[in-house]
Structures are given as C-alpha cells and as structure tokens.
C-alpha cells in the first residue's frame, strides 16, 4: 500500500473531527441534571473553589480556599429581596473552565474561577430588571463583633478580627474583597442561614438584568480592591485567557478513539490533573482536592508521568523534580539523610516515607529518558548520590533491604494505637522500588561515565533481588509475602502490594501474581487494598459509630490509582480487554458520578445494602488517581515509550483493546509533536506523520506477527516524513516511508512465553449477604447523640466553679502549635459546672475560646482536647493515677480515679483500668447538635449515670485540657506532642521531655 497524500490528510481528519465547530472545552461540557454534583476549579497558583451544582454547599470543605486556607464558604445572590437558592437550579452545565447554572425563575448564573489570580467571577443575568443584593458566607465565625469591614471605592472588604496582617507565622492573604459592575453600596446588616454567617452585604444602587461579581482575597485593602477593579475592567478577556489556555492543552494533545464517551472523560481527567499542577510557594503538584492541597513526594512521583511526561509537558516535570530535590536532607549526621520529603505544605516539610525518595530517582530517570536534558543529569546527580548513600548508612539490612517504620509506606494511616496498617520493617513494595532506585542511579553514573559508582550500586542492586526472591516468596513460588516484621517473621495478609514487585521478582513467579491480584482482590470498579477473605476487610471506608475511617482507610477500601500498576501489567501479559474494564469504570466516573470530570481518591469496597453501586469516598480528585489513568492510555494501550539513554528513541507497542478500532493521536515532546494513527482489527496498522518534528527521530514499531513472534519495525522519521507499518491477511509484514531518513527495517523476534500463560482473568464479586466482623462493633455500648445531648435545667447543681484564663502554658512556657488553626484560648479551660438527676449527670466546660476549622462540623469544634478524672470514692490511692491518652499527666494520690472522661472527637467513658464502659461517636447528622459550640466556647453533654455512677458532695473532679491529636484520622484523639520547639502540628516550651502534655488544668473537690 503506497503512503499518499490522500493518507495524511485523513490522518489530519481524523484528529480534527472531533473538534468540530466548537471549542473542545465547550464540546466537553457535563450537564448535570436534577441530582447534585461537587465540582471544583483551580487558579494553578494557590487557589481552589469548591462547589455544588445544585444546591448550597455541603461540605465543610467547599468554599474558596487560598493558601491551605478558606476564606469564605459560599455566597448568596438576592434578587430584590428574594434569595436565588441554588436548590431551584434547573440544569447546571460543567465547563472545564467555569459553570453555568440555570434556575426555574430564568435566571442564569456563570461562576469562573480566574487563572493566576484568587479572584472569583459570578455573572448573573435576571429576567427581569432588578437590585441585586450579595452576601459571602463564613463559617468558622458567627458573630459581627468577630469580622473587621469596610466599604471603600464601591469595594467591600472583610477580614476576621483573629488575622488582620500576613505574617510569616501567618503567611496567607487577609481580606476577602466584594465588588459589581454597578454602581453599589454596603449592606450594612448579618446574615445567619443554617451554620453560616455573614457580616454585611453588597448591594446595587440601581435596577438591572445583568450584574458580574468579583470576589478577591488579598493582603492589604488596596491590594484586593486593585485586582477587584482591573477584574470587573477585563472580565470577558480573563475568562477567554483561561479558555484558551485550556483548549491549547488539548489540541496540542489530541487523543481520538472510536469511542467518543472515552474521548470526553480523557480530555477532562487532562485538565483536571493540570489543574492540581500548582505554583503554591514553588512548582508542584496537589495530592488532592479537598484537604491534599499540598505537595506530598509519593503522590507527586507517581503522578509525574501522567501529569507531564506523557503529555510533553517537559518544563513543569522539571520543575517540580527539582523543587522536591532542593527541600532533600543533606546533613550526614541526620538519619533522614538522602531523603526527598514527602510532604511539602506552606508551614513545613517532613521526611517521613521511605517510597518518596525512591520513586523520586525513579521519576528523575524517566524524565531524562523523554526530555533528553543532559544538564539534568549531571546538575541531579548528586541529589540521586545522596540517596543512595543515606539508605545504605542508615537504612539497610545485611541483606540489603531496605528497613524503614511501620507508617513509612503508602499504606501510611496512624491512630490512637499506632499505625492501622503496620507494614514495617521491610515492605514489599518498598525493597522493589529500593532495587529500581538503585538501578537507576547505576544509570545515571553510566551516562556520566562514573563507571565504578555504576557497577557497584548495579551489584548491590544484584544481591538484594537475589534475597528478595529467597526470602519474600512462600514455598509454592505463588505468593509475595506483604511484609517481613523486624523480628523476621512474615505477614500472610493478601494486599495488592505485590503488584509493584513484578520487575525484582523472577518471570515465573510474575503470572501467578497477576492472578492472585486480579482473583483476590480487584473488583470491576478498582483493587482493593485487603482481601475480603482477610477478617480485618472493611466493606466500606466510613461506617460510623462502629469504626472511624482510617481504621478502613488501607484495609479494604479500594484506592483508584492502584488501577494504573494492574493495567500495566495486565496489557504485558496481553490482557487489554481485561485491563479496559478497570478503564471504562473510571471513564464513567469522570462522567457520571462523584465530582464533575474527575476521580475520586477512593471506593468502598463493596456496595452497601440495597445499593447499586459503592459509594465514592476520599478525596473528590485525586492526582495519582487521574494521572495513571492517563498514562495507561499513552504507555500501555498505545504502548509509546521514549528513551534518550542511548539515542534519541521512540518505541511504539500498541496493546489497544478491542473496544478501540481505531485511534489518532497527537504526541507531544516538549516543542515538538508527531501524529499517531492506529488501526486495531483483524491485523494492526501503524501511522505515523512527522509534521511537528524538528529532529529526525528513530521510530520502533512492534506489532503482534502471530502468537509467538513479534515484529520490530525500525525507521528514522524527520519533518514532514510519514511512515506506514502493518500485518497483512498472510502474515507478512509491510512497511515504507516517503521522505524519511533511512528505509525501514524488520526483524522478527520470539515471544517470552511468560508472557502468554496467564489464562482468563477473573475479577471479584460482591455478595450482599456477606458478613464482615467489623461491622458488628465494639463490645462497650454506644451512646447517641439524643442520649449525650439531653438537657435538664431543673437538674441539681453538684457545682459550678471557674479558672482564671490566659493560664494555658503549662509549666509557664509552653506554646501553641504554629497552624494558624490553633486559635489563642482553645487550650483555656475558665469553667466547669456538673449538675444531675436521677438519670444522668451533665458536664458544661466553659473555654476562653473553641475553634472549628470545618474539618469534622458534626463535632461543633476540633483540636481541643480534654479529660475529667473523677475520684468517685476519695480514698488516695484507691484508683488509677496515670491518665493516659499521651498527657505524660500522673495525679496526686489524692486525685486517683474511678472514672474518667475524654473527650475529643467524641466521649469516652473509661474505668481505672482504663476499659471502656461507654462511648459516644459523633455521625454526620449530629452537626445538627453538636458536642461543641464555637458561638459560646462550650462542651456540654450528660453521661447516664447507669455508667458513671451517682454523684456525691465527695467526689473530686481533675480537668485536663491539651491539643487534640486524631493523627488525621477523625475519632476521639489523644493529647497532642509538646515538644522543645513549637512546629506545625506540635507545641513548644517544654524543658523536660517527660513533662506532661497539659496545658491548663482545673481542680474541684470539696
């Protein structure tokens, strides 16, 4: 078949058909009807805007959220004095750029997030001519006194009175800033709807059918009212600069198939993932939306290829490597030594995953193998020296694992008890991604000619797979032992670790993996992260009051991104069709379910009773999650690799599935391109066309010649050339190119049979009546809202006593965490008053101040944490003086307790043996009454005294107030680290480490 004109203009065609004549981010667009969805936009700097389609926000998440920061959590549009609710939403249509609602009344609403800048658009059109009146709502205060505000320039400006100027301790903007394009005046009265609040109001002083809103957060009023003012000048410019940016980012990375619904969740999983690409203090990538809105190494690493490599997107890839690598630990005296952070926020950095670093040098080399960047190489040498030396200084074993902590890999979740998912001290994963680092520094050294340094680290990378395959495998040669405990023996768990093993393992041990992962543990919607067959398999990853979420969080729950090994994997072993159902599930999601056009971070593991389908959980976008399933369609289905190790490479492998007949695709690489045209039937076609070429560049084809030999077609390319390769109906292999550098050339090789012996592959199912034991919940009762909330004023006063606030400094010296989320006074117990009745006796603890950074509303506040000892007998000694739950705290022999109470993200009720006799669990619906209230700085509750007994004039009663320390995990707590120095997330002060972790205590006996 003679390549033609006719050929790369059909070539050109096809790329372009879907484009039609609307953008393709118009094209894309998700309309969503009836039932709400979350969606979110980025400013790819330090913002994010959080929503709901159809309805007021939800989450205590949503909002705009600047700098790790929210600034307010919704707004209302008035129109006159009616409220526009966002319940009577018609339809609302999803843009990649902006949303557009449309009410019942007619009225249209346009919300746009702007590139660059923390400023919000909202265009509202009414039907009829009318005064507009709008109110940004907050919720972490609720009362006028708490906000400082003014009206200057037509600009309305609000500030909370707790942070009027950017510091360095307080580094995120000051003012949110409220202006229309119209003649307007302050609404100078509050606002209260349901849990929010309002302190004043914009209002317009003339009647209209259009108004457009800015909203801008700033550091200083004249700051916010410039960018609110050249806004409202330029809106239409602004929006279309976004546009463009986004529609350039697609055409410049085209991808078409036969199926077209792929097509649209692809282009959208493109820019949802380069939206998370972030430029918050320096070049990086956020983990997930909402509460990842930082850099964390593991995430950012096993993003990168997906987010930049495979989209050509050089510049950034760099940049965000190189970020990470300038925040390593270079001091030799430091066990942390050699290491790559693993999360980077706008307050601080820790080392504390033994993956990041390795999968950094992972991600180094994979970025020289598409870029080329020599300079790269040798400037990122020394950061890829140091981590190999500091592993083997102060992590390595006489068998060259690498050893690291219980919490240091992936499955990382700590609670009360230590981490949920103990993988230490020696991983699976982690000595497969240690001997990849260590072959990959080796090639590094070898391209720049360190030739001992290369065949010393290639040599230890030798001994270490030898005794991986020795000592990780069971007898039968089937099974990847998760872990090896530090005292040497193994865990028998079957989670989907293994699966990251299959380049340190032996070949004949990798089929049977495979189908262990895809038998055990993979569901037609993900891979789980524990067998269900394993009696710690929890079905769903929240499931209050029986369990808190991390406790489900890496055993069972199945985590999206794993999807993206298993692809791979499975298209190795020639399993598309198998791979493609894993594909299509998240292709639907992105289209139909969860947050609009993206993945969730999570699923349960199991759809819940009389459900369809299991919830989505997590994060609403996931980096990791969208970026596999990006480069499984670039690596694994179109099989385009790139390696510039030697020479400058392209390998093209296509594994389509059956599901694909067809596929044009542009492939960028950096500021060049190529066209990719695939035909997948009978036989497979190769097309390419070199029209965005500026180098020659070195093409090999592999296409399937029969089932036990492989044709390699090689062929040099420069711009312009078009190069054709396919299988005819006999066998034979045909290939030719016009205006190429060099005649193709065929060779034939033999299959690795190890690839052809896995068999059908079967995934999991669900079985509604299935029983798991975690379900059944703990042995101690559970008390109710109803029960702990119930008020009786005519009950009788057992006391009612105060402390003297501004005593919250332990020893005298000790400091508040440095997160601005530690408000001054949240740690200042002033009052306790117990009163009782024949049923129960109520608690009522009085503090200087209570905060409620939004992360667990159904509590009423967080990061507070208290414990009342009650010695209910008086006699010293008689009960238990160690309080526990990391205060450090030993009471006086006097002070000895029967009972004592802790109270965090709930109540606990314990004995002096410290058992637990009754428990209260908050649930979502409790935000309706919750154990604390900000407004008054109050914890109010009763415990049924058929737990705690009857009060007496004798009992004495010890109050103990810290930080609360849930580990991130929600749950009850414990008292939070007060360390020397005050960082982030610990206090400071303290002289003598054994000193208790108190920072106010009150004392009441009689």
Request: aromatic share 12%; proline share 4%.
């Amino acid at each position: 078949m003679k390549i033609t004109k006719q050929i790369i203009l059909t070539l050109l065609f096809n790329l372009a058909t879907f484009a039609g004549e609307k953008p393709l981010v118009d094209q894309i667009a998700i309309d969503v009807k009836k039932v709400t969805r979350e969606f979110s936009f980025t400013n790819k700097e330090s913002a994010f805007y959080y929503g709901e389609t159809h309805s007021r926000n939800k989450s205590s998440w949503q909002g705009l959220n600047v700098m790790a920061r929210e600034f307010f959590e919704d707004y209302l549009i008035f129109s006159e004095t009616s409220i526009i609710p966002k319940m009577d939403t018609r339809s609302a249509i999803v843009y990649p750029y902006q949303l557009q609602r449309f009410y019942k009344n007619g009225a249209v609403e346009t919300v746009t997030l702007l590139d660059s800048m923390p400023v919000l658009i909202i265009e509202v059109n009414f039907q009829v001519s009318s005064q507009l009146k709008f109110f940004t709502l907050f919720s972490d205060f609720r009362k006028k006194s708490d906000f400082e505000f003014d009206y200057k320039d037509e600009v309305l400006l609000i500030a909370r009175k707790n942070h009027l100027k950017r510091t360095s301790a307080a580094d995120y903007p000051v003012w949110v800033g409220v202006a229309i394009n119209s003649p307007a005046n302050i609404y100078d009265e509050e606002y209260h709807i349901e849990r929010d609040f309002s302190p004043a109001g914009i209002i317009s002083n003339e009647k209209n059918t259009q108004f457009t809103i800015a909203i801008a957060v700033g550091d200083t009023k004249e700051q916010t009212g410039s960018m609110l003012k050249h806004t409202l000048a330029n809106s239409t410019a602004l929006i279309e600069k976004r546009k463009d940016r986004m529609e350039n980012l697609l055409k410049e990375t085209m991808i078409i198939t036969n199926n077209q619904q792929f097509n649209k969740a692809l282009m959208w999983a493109k820019l949802s993932l380069d939206a998370l690409i972030m430029n918050q203090i320096t070049k990086g990538i956020f983990a997930g939306l909402p509460w990842f809105n930082n850099y964390w190494g593991r995430d950012s690493f096993i993003s990168l290829a997906g987010a930049t490599l495979v989209t050509g997107n050089f510049e950034e890839a760099k940049k965000i490597l190189t970020s990470f690598a300038a925040y390593q630990e270079t001091d030799r005296r430091n066990t942390n030594y050699g290491r790559i952070p693993n999360i980077i926020t706008t307050t601080h950095k820790s080392y504390n995953t033994a993956d990041g670093t390795p999968r950094f040098v992972i991600s180094a080399l994979d970025y020289f193998k598409y870029s080329g960047d020599k300079k790269f190489v040798k400037d990122i040498f020394p950061v890829i020296q140091r981590s190999i030396d500091g592993t083997l200084k102060y992590h390595s074993d006489k068998d060259y694992f690498l050893v690291h902590g219980d919490e240091e890999t992936w499955m990382d979740a700590v609670g009360l008890a230590g981490p949920w998912t103990p993988r230490g001290n020696r991983a699976n994963d982690i000595q497969a991604l240690w001997y990849k680092q260590l072959l990959t520094a080796s090639e590094f050294a070898k391209i720049l000619g360190k030739k001992e340094i290369s065949k010393k680290w290639l040599k230890i990378a030798g001994v270490l797979r030898q005794n991986f395959n020795k000592k990780f495998l069971n007898p039968e040669g089937d099974f990847i032992y998760d872990h090896i405990r530090a005292d040497g023996t193994i865990d028998l768990q079957n989670r989907p670790n293994q699966i990251f093993c299959a380049e340190i393992i032996y070949d004949t041990v990798r089929a049977k993996v495979l189908t262990n992962v895809c038998d055990k543990l993979t569901y037609l919607y993900g891979v789980a992260s524990l067998s269900p067959e394993d009696a710690n398999f929890h079905p769903y990853h929240q499931h209050l009051p029986y369990y808190v979420k991390d406790a489900a969080y890496h055993n069972g729950t199945v985590w999206t991104w794993l999807s993206g090994e298993l692809i791979s994997e499975l298209c190795k072993f020639g399993k598309q069709d198998a791979a493609y159902l894993l594909t299509d599930n998240l292709t639907y999601q992105i289209l139909d379910r969860g947050a609009v056009g993206t993945i969730s971070e999570l699923i349960d593991a199991v759809p819940r009773l009389g459900e369809f389908e299991p919830h989505l959980s997590g994060t609403f976008s996931q980096a990791w999650s969208l970026a596999e399933f990006i480069r499984n369609i670039y690596q694994d289905y179109l099989g385009i690799k790139t390696d510039y190790l030697n020479k400058r490479i392209v390998n093209i492998n296509p594994r389509l599935p059956s599901e694909f007949k067809k596929v044009s695709a542009t492939i960028k690489l950096g500021n060049e391109s190529f066209i990719l045209n695939i035909k997948s039937e009978e036989t497979t076609s190769v097309r390419i066309v070199g029209s965005g070429l500026r180098q020659p560049l070195e093409f090999n084809v592999s296409l399937n010649k029969s089932a036990d030999s492989t044709a390699i077609v090689k062929s040099i390319l420069k711009k312009n050339s078009d190069f054709q390769a396919y299988v005819d109906e006999l066998g034979a292999i045909n290939a030719e190119i016009n205006n190429g550098l060099s005649k193709p050339v065929v060779k034939i090789l033999a299959k690795n049979f190890i690839f052809n012996i896995v068999d059908e592959i079967k995934f999991l199912t669900t079985d509604p009546n299935q029983d798991y034991p975690v379900l059944h919940g703990p042995k101690h009762p559970l008390l109710k809202n109803s029960e702990i909330k119930k008020r009786n004023p005519d009950a009788k006063l057992l006391f009612d006593v105060t402390d003297p606030d501004g005593d919250d400094n332990g020893d005298g010296n000790y400091l508040y965490p440095k997160n601005p989320n530690f408000t001054p006074g949240i740690f200042d117990v002033t009052g306790l008053k117990v009163r009782y009745d024949d049923e129960s006796v109520y608690f009522d603890l009085k503090f200087k101040r209570l905060t409620n950074p939004g992360w667990h509303n159904e509590y009423g506040f967080q990061l507070t944490y208290t414990a009342i000892a009650i010695d209910t007998d008086g006699i010293p000694n008689s009960g238990q003086r160690e309080v526990g739950m990391n205060s450090n705290y030993t009471l006086e022999p006097n002070e000895a307790f029967e009972k004592i109470i802790f109270i965090g993200g709930g109540i606990r009720l314990n004995d002096s043996n410290q058992v637990t006799l009754a428990e209260y669990i908050p649930v979502d619906k409790d935000v309706s009454n919750p154990l604390g209230d900000v407004s008054s700085s109050t914890v109010e509750f009763c415990i049924p005294q058929k737990f705690i007994g009857n009060p007496s004039d004798n009992w004495r009663f010890v109050v103990l107030v810290g930080s609360q320390d849930d580990h991130g995990g929600a749950g009850i707590g414990e008292f939070r680290n007060v360390e020397k120095q005050a960082s982030e997330w610990t206090g400071g002060g303290k002289s003598n480490k054994n000193a208790p972790n108190v920072y106010d205590v009150l004392k009441v006996s009689k």
